[in-house]
């Protein structure tokens, strides 16, 4: 007999390895549960509620503080490098220099080609500060060997820390987390301002251009960074291809300690209206699970499981996918069980073993797509364009609803290449598809 743990607080609690198929977990709090390597076969999520406990979201919370309020201090230490332009010393002169170009070049790469671009500009600082520390060392000694390696060690900390620390607290409490480490960051930099001034009184600068120049080029770099850092992580968790390596550090850094699904199988599980922040779902079998109207699924660990598609998510959950574009992907077993697939394209997609019982496909780009496996029972294929399409004697056809069909894609010359029946006049009566297409699936040849 399935056990039953329907509205039941499971916070925290250790499923590792169970077997727990047609378990019911419907409304149940499963925040912080490990079902790591479970058999959750047939188990029913259905409004439960997963993700962070509350001491886990607020520990990571402050982490993020910290970690941004360390990204403002190193901002600003960025700016004091570009400030030293102005000192006699000709040496820190051209270090400032160079601090200064590094910075506006990621700033205009970054904003224009995305983060990876703008992080190639830091490995070439590096590169750069080996090779002018190796061109001084012999005349200026191992303190010029160290100064250049320390502005890029800046340069780096600083992108590192201000971008993921804003996006990973975004990614675990939103808004909250940002104000927060936009306050760490102004208390960074005022903290900041004072050990340089106080340093500064002491120079050969005169104690007003000392101000003067922290205030217009340090804070302005470190507010200028902290803006970016903030962009970056609205962008990442909007699901901008640019910034997908941002997004997947925060969200990692927003599922530890989280509900853990890794290694699971999930075979036609149900997840319908489940809150799923901060899961991990990475080598899980997601063979005809359910995820409609699940929340907060772009927010889950995905692994290399098919969720890791943004579009595929927003179809899974909400069953509209007319005229959209899914070709050439590995979608193999998703469930889209009454899915609006009107007009959409599947070219070259793996569709093997999915759920698309009573879907509405009518008019779909089904060329090459492989339906091993695939549950059709009660679907829509009217209009549908099938070259070479991948049945097998396995694919269930029960109750097709169909019309006509096309053997080949259209194009401007023939709009309607070879469409059965060949009358245009005629339709397929109820049952006859299956008929026309049961010899072809029988002996697992593909259209010519």
């Not at 919370?61 to 102005?86: H, K, P, T």
């Not at 340069?155 to 909250?176: H, I, Q």
């Not at 930099?189 to 007003?208: E, I, P, R």
């Not at 899974?316 to 998703?334: A, M, P, S, Y």
């Amino acid at each position: 007999m399935a056990l039953d743990f329907s509205g039941q607080n499971l916070r925290g609690r250790n499923f590792k390895g169970q077997d727990l198929a047609g378990a019911n977990f419907s409304y149940a709090d499963i925040r912080g549960a490990n079902f790591t390597n479970a058999n959750l076969t047939g188990a029913n999520f259905s409004h439960a509620k997963a993700g962070l406990q509350r001491r886990w979201a607020i520990l990571l919370v402050l982490v993020s503080w910290l970690s941004s309020g360390l990204s403002g201090i190193l901002w600003f230490v960025d700016g004091y490098f570009v400030l030293i332009i102005f000192r006699a010393f000709a040496q820190n002169s051209i270090i400032g220099c160079i601090v200064l170009i590094l910075l506006i070049a990621y700033f205009i790469f970054t904003n224009s080609q995305g983060v990876g671009t703008g992080l190639g500009l830091v490995a070439f600082g590096i590169a750069f500060a080996a090779a002018f520390a190796a061109a001084v060392v012999v005349g200026a000694g191992a303190f010029a060997f160290a100064f250049p390696f320390a502005f890029v060690l800046a340069f780096v900390l600083t992108v590192v820390a201000g971008n993921f620390a804003v996006a990973g607290g975004f990614a675990v409490a939103g808004g909250f987390a940002v104000a927060g480490g936009l306050v760490a960051r102004a208390l960074a930099f005022s903290v900041a301002v004072v050990f340089a001034v106080v340093g500064f009184v002491g120079d050969s600068f005169a104690v007003a251009l000392a101000i003067a120049m922290i205030a217009a080029i340090a804070v302005a770099i470190a507010i200028a960074g902290t803006l970016l850092s903030i962009y970056i992580a609205w962008q990442a968790m909007k699901g901008n291809e640019e910034y997908f390596f941002v997004r997947n550090i925060a969200i990692a850094f927003a599922a530890t300690g989280g509900t853990s699904f890794r290694g699971a199988n999930l075979t036609n599980a149900n997840f319908t209206q489940a809150t799923l922040k901060s899961t991990d779902l990475r080598n899980t079998i997601l063979i005809c699970s359910r995820w409609h109207q699940a929340k907060m699924l772009d927010r889950v660990r995905p692994g290399s499981t098919y969720l890791q598609n943004s579009q595929v998510r927003q179809l899974l959950v909400t069953g509209q996918g007319q005229e959209k574009i899914f070709d050439c992907q590995n979608l193999r077993g998703i469930n889209l069980q009454a899915a609006n697939l009107a007009d959409t394209s599947f070219i070259g997609t793996d569709l093997s073993e999915a759920n698309l019982q009573d879907a509405d496909l009518s008019r779909a780009k089904l060329k090459q797509t492989q339906l091993d496996g695939t549950d059709l029972t009660g679907a829509t294929l009217t209009g549908a364009y099938i070259e070479d399409w991948g049945i097998t004697n396995t694919t269930k056809l029960h109750g097709v609803k169909c019309e006509y069909v096309f053997m080949r894609l259209p194009t401007k010359e023939n709009p309607d290449p070879l469409r059965k029946p060949d009358n245009k006049q005629d339709v397929f009566a109820d049952g006859d598809f299956a008929d026309f297409i049961k010899p072809i699936s029988d002996t697992l040849d593909l259209f010519p």
